[in-house]
């Protein structure tokens, strides 16, 4: 899905709403600052990825085109930390073994710190 098909297709005002919250998250943490644009410095092209996470909510994401930062960040700066299967299921069976209550939380632009 594009952006045009996200914002003129189904369910394009829950699109918009949430294309709006994710730009007002970016504001709230000074992600940017809108300059004059010049023509001797080249911009960041930039695209939304749309995505609709298992319990319905809508997850748009802008996203810069390509590899144009690799000079300032390397590859492991460019991933989210993920747990390994092994880590999971040590996870899954101490949290049972105890009798720990395991809850998911869902942080709105953690990626921002």
């Not at 949430?18 to 709230?28: G, H, Y």
């Not at 390397?74 to 949290?95: C, E, V, Y």
């Amino acid at each position: 899905m594009n952006y045009k098909q996200a914002t003129t297709g189904p369910n394009c005002d829950q699109w918009k709403i949430a294309i709006q919250n994710e730009l007002n998250v970016m504001n709230k943490h000074n992600v940017w600052s809108l300059v004059p644009r010049s023509e001797s410095i080249p911009t960041i092209p930039v695209k939304w990825i749309f995505g609709i996470k298992s319990n319905g909510q809508k997850k748009p994401r802008l996203v810069v085109i390509g590899c144009r930062d690799t000079e300032i960040y390397s590859a492991s700066d460019k991933t989210s930390l993920t747990p390994s299967m092994d880590t999971t299921r040590w996870l899954f069976a101490h949290s049972s073994h105890d009798k720990l209550e395991l809850i998911q939380v869902d942080v709105r632009g953690a990626f921002l710190h």
